[in-house]
């Protein structure tokens, strides 16, 4: 069904790589995928999802063998690029003869079609990026971090990425006021590229490949760990009694691992880094982040992604997309990923649902929004009355009003209903029914010392606001002005300070040529978990400030099971705040409920005050280092 502009926002333009090789020869765009191929699929994808205009870019090998595919597609023009430079020069002259926003993908993805339109459609992603939190793609993914949504920094085959947290899958996404920028960096990496490699790529590139292999070296003598523990257990024994590897034997082993992988390893391992030295897009996104742009960065959630580039990966995909029911995930991506603890077991398990209802019935969310209002402030009302009853039956409209308020941004992203005025109204009028609740339960106690409760709470909920806001601000503004390195340069900017700090041990031995690009690829993939804990790489004794340590510890503390929503209601979240009110109200007294009230959001004051100042702290330690 096509729904056409709606879906794709200002998103008018696409330009499809297809310029990886597949197993046999050919594009690995054109591999068959039911009854046509990768290719077709994806542009019909983005036909329905209303592109106005798809160029796809290829070899001129291939362009017999695509040409007709590309025809089937209506609005869809098949270009001819000989080299990575050519392509970033094509996708450089499309994007200034357009002049408007683009989405740039490779031409063998496979995912489906509600990850494309969410990307597309959310008013919130002005440009960005499909990414996981995950490893979904591993090795083969490029890497990236982020930090409050926003792509930092990010990895390709020429460029590395300082304690990566997340994978790049390939899909980017450049709003039309950003054409210039856009046109401005393929323009420099078509010169970058033209007459050959800039300095430091070559070994970056080589690191890549090696990385790759090792990873799949450590993949392999994990499985084989794991067979032996088995064999131990099959045989009546336990499965403890397999001794542990010293470091030593492990690296060894690995690396014999990584060095006689099986046939059809080293075939896709070929393949996806001859496809890695093409893959434009990721250097694409590495230039616009170096440029500043802001990149947010779009979570998969659930829905199905791959990048096959033989039959045999085709086949596999062909099944396990069929695990990945497109109705359903879209019913689940429509509740956010970091609820509360109330929000997300007393109320989405069933919101979503009436989220659903209520988009098969044509309301939009704004109207979902006043009804909340509506419902919050008859809540308030029934609390005014100072009666037991008004008390239980307040109680039970609050919670109403809560799930209307969880419905309405539910709703806005099943159906793809975004606006910037409905994000606005949903904020104010959450401030107006919890406000209203504290002055009806306060009209309801008629005693000047529930009054004062009253007044205490407004007052440290309206400082908790400013200080939420103040500090997301100027966290954003920090991130925003963080200098970035030129594009010409492989690290990162963080990567590129730890190497320097690490006073020859790591960055000498990547540099000698007497290391191999195997022995250097080893030692950045050792020095990668110590990068992400404060900056200190493989082989220096570099001494972490209190702050990190503490941080350390605590987001360690995250592995314990149930753990995390511990720390989610310690922060006091509105869907806590609303349950206590309805609880306290139906059960107590409003005496009650403005006493622990206060007392909860006085600790989560201090919990989050916190933790902001401890990471402020380390990060000004960073920096002044």
Request: a neutral charge; aromatic letters at 8%; charged letters at 25%.
């Amino acid at each position: 069904m096509k729904n056409g502009a709606r879906l794709s926002g200002d998103i008018t333009t696409a330009l499809v790589m297809a310029t990886a090789g597949a197993d046999g020869g050919g594009p690995a765009a054109a591999l068959p995928w039911e009854d046509g191929t990768v290719l077709e699929r994806l542009l019909r994808q983005l036909e329905e999802i209303g592109v106005a205009r798809t160029y796809v870019i290829t070899r001129p090998e291939w362009e017999a063998q695509l040409r007709e595919l590309v025809a089937r597609v209506e609005n869809a023009t098949l270009e001819t690029s000989a080299s990575p430079s050519e392509d970033f020069a094509r996708s450089a002259q499309i994007a200034r003869e357009r002049g408007a926003g683009l989405i740039v993908t490779p031409g063998e993805l496979v995912t489906q079609r509600e990850a494309l339109a969410g990307l597309l459609a959310h008013p919130g992603v002005v440009n960005g990026v499909l990414g996981t939190s995950g490893r979904l793609g591993s090795p083969y993914a490029f890497r990236a971090r982020t930090a409050r949504g926003r792509v930092v920094s990010a990895a390709s085959a020429y460029h590395a990425v300082a304690a990566p947290r997340g994978s790049f899958l390939g899909v980017l996404k450049v709003a039309a006021p950003n054409n210039e920028t856009f046109v401005a960096i393929t323009e420099e990496l078509s010169e970058l590229t033209r007459d050959g490699l800039p300095e430091g790529w070559p070994l970056e590139l080589e690191r890549t490949q090696e990385l790759w292999r090792l990873t799949l070296g450590r993949a392999a003598l994990r499985a084989e760990r794991r067979a032996a523990r088995d064999a131990l257990e099959a045989a009546g024994r336990a499965r403890d009694e397999l001794p542990p590897m010293e470091p030593e034997e492990w690296a060894r082993r690995k690396r014999e691992l990584a060095r006689s992988l099986p046939p059809e390893e080293e075939l896709e391992l070929g393949l996806r880094f001859e496809a890695a030295k093409q893959d434009a897009v990721s250097m694409m996104l590495v230039g616009l982040i170096r440029r500043s742009v802001h990149i947010a960065n779009l979570s998969l959630r659930g829905y199905f992604w791959a990048r096959p580039l033989s039959r045999a990966a085709i086949e596999e995909a062909a099944v396990a997309i069929q695990e990945h029911d497109e109705e359903q995930i879209r019913l689940k991506v429509a509740v956010k990923g970091a609820d509360g603890f109330f929000t997300t077991f007393f109320v989405s398990t069933w919101s979503r649902y009436l989220a659903r209802w209520t988009a098969r019935r044509g309301m939009k969310p704004n109207q979902v929004t006043v009804a909340a209002l509506c419902v919050g402030l008859a809540a308030a009302a029934a609390f005014a009355t100072g009666e037991q009853t008004g008390y239980v039956v307040g109680a039970v409209l609050l919670y109403l009003s809560f799930v209307l308020d969880c419905v309405d941004g539910q709703l806005a992203r099943y159906s793809r209903l975004f606006s910037k005025f409905g994000a606005y109204l949903d904020s104010v009028f959450d401030r107006t029914k919890e406000y209203a609740a504290f002055a009806g339960l306060a009209i309801g106690a008629s005693s000047s010392e529930v009054w004062v409760l009253a007044g205490a709470m407004l007052t440290l909920q309206i400082a908790r606001h400013s200080f939420d806001f103040s500090f997301g601000a100027t966290d954003r503004q920090t991130i925003a002005e963080t200098p970035q390195p030129p594009l010409a340069q492989a690290p990162d900017e963080a990567l590129a300070r730890n190497r320097m700090k690490s006073n020859g041990t790591l960055e000498a031995k990547l540099g000698a040529l007497e290391f191999s690009a195997a022995t250097a690829a080893e030692l950045r993939e050792a020095a990668d978990d110590a990068e992400g804990n404060g900056g200190a790489v493989a082989g220096e004794a570099q001494p972490r400030s209190l702050p990190r340590r503490i941080l350390g510890a605590w987001r360690l503390l995250d592995r314990v099971p149930g753990l995390i929503w511990i720390k989610k209601m310690a922060a006091f979240p509105i869907g806590e705040r609303f349950a206590v009110i309805c609880v306290t109200a139906a059960f107590f007294d409003p005496q009650t409920t403005f006493i622990v009230l206060l007392a909860w959001g006085g600790f989560a004051l201090l919990y989050t005050s916190t933790g902001r100042t401890l990471r402020t702290l380390a990060k000004w330690r960073t920096v002044g280092q």
